[in-house]
């Protein structure tokens, strides 16, 4: 073998030996079982990567409520398209709540002229009223998602303009076309599946749109069979991704020995499906609808608004902030207005 060989191949043993070493978890690891011994009902978790997930998960405490008394801040405020019947008090309490939540290095300005804060000049201050009363239909309509917990802007911004874990439509790699075409969307490094060469984007047709999520066909008979190995993938990638979303393995939603059976199944299961539909609602009615108000530097490569997954909220645990409510102390937003 030439010298030149022997490089390369102990060039390659050095990447494979670093793609071992830092893409892959190593012991000791923890589990738990939460179901019947022997149906491999298990949560894996290593200690190390859920200390970090709890330090980014911390929520924060609130401002003290003011009394319920005294004008109204549509009254005194001028342009309150939004929350105008709360009072003067606990309407500033909740954007002084907001620029904590969203933009505490910016201040107001984020969202306001601050020498004529009544003006709707900045595109940051229409999308964050749209926002507050996204956050009242989540916490309104959707209970069957988030039951009495509820949201509040901080469970998606963390102290960030922009949270962390937002998605556009992936047109993917440049392709060659002809031949070389590959127009199943995957065989391409992705995170969004873990390092996996599955679908790069399966937020676009699930959780965007309503395509049917499924492995197993409903039908027996021959030629009824809808089902693919391609949607196969692309149903695996979008559960992968939900599993890093949350932290959790398939079997907090699912009982291995029987994947399809609503039965068998934990209630985390039908919690998710509920979400799924939210997630879907909140994009197509709420986010896709805020294109044009978007600048162009905000908008992905296919010209479409950010919109959320599940990682948006839950940012890598079970429940978003484990579970902490924010939202029980600003009642403002969990009722419609």
């Known amino acids: ?74 009254a005194v405020y001028k342009n309150v398209k939004v929350l105008g019947d709360e009072s003067v008090g606990n309407f500033t309490r909740l954007m002084a709540s907001i620029t904590t939540w969203v ?33 009242q239909k989540v916490n309104v309509d959707w209970k069957s998602h988030v ?16 949270p962390a874990n937002i998605w556009y439509n992936n047109p993917g790699p440049i392709q060659a076309g002809g031949m070389a075409q590959t127009p199943a969307g995957k065989n391409h490094p992705t995170g969004v599946a873990g390092l996996t060469s599955l679908p790069f984007d399966p937020f676009t047709p699930f959780l965007e749109h309503d395509a049917d999520i499924r492995v197993v066909s409903q039908a027996a008979l021959p030629g009824s069979d809808r ?22 393995n398939c079997t907090y939603c699912h ?53 959320v997954n599940c990682a948006t909220c839950h940012n890598g645990v079970y429940k978003p902030l484990f579970g902490v409510s924010m939202a029980k102390d600003f009642p403002e937003l969990t009722t419609a207005h």
């Open 227 to 248: 089902q693919s190995i391609k949607q196969t993938d692309w149903t695996y990638s979008l559960m992968m991704n939900f599993s890093q979303s949350l932290g959790v």
């Open 147 to 162: 039951a009495e917990t509820g949201v509040t802007c901080f469970t998606c911004h963390r102290g960030a303009p922009v």
């Open 255 to 307: 009982n291995t020995r029987a994947f399809t059976d609503w039965d068998q199944s934990t209630p985390q299961r039908a919690t998710a499906w509920y979400g799924i539909r939210m997630v879907r609602d909140l994009n197509t009615n709420y986010l896709d609808p805020l294109h044009d108000v978007f600048p162009a530097a905000r908008l992905g490569a296919e010209g479409d608004s950010a919109k």
């Open 103 to 135: 933009a505490p290095a910016q201040g107001c300005a984020y969202c306001h002229d601050v020498n004529n804060m009544a003006d709707d000049g900045l595109y940051t201050k229409v999308v964050a009223r749209r926002m507050i009363q996204m956050v």
């Open 1 to 74: 073998m030439s010298v030149a060989l022997r490089l390369a191949a102990g060039g390659a043993v050095l990447v494979a030996a670093a793609v071992i070493l830092f893409e892959t978890e190593r012991p000791p690891m923890e589990s738990i079982q939460r179901g019947y011994r022997g149906l491999g009902m298990q949560q894996i978790y290593n200690p190390r990567i859920l200390a970090n997930v709890a330090e980014e998960n911390q929520a924060i405490a609130s401002l003290p409520r003011f009394p319920d008394s005294g004008p109204k801040a549509g």
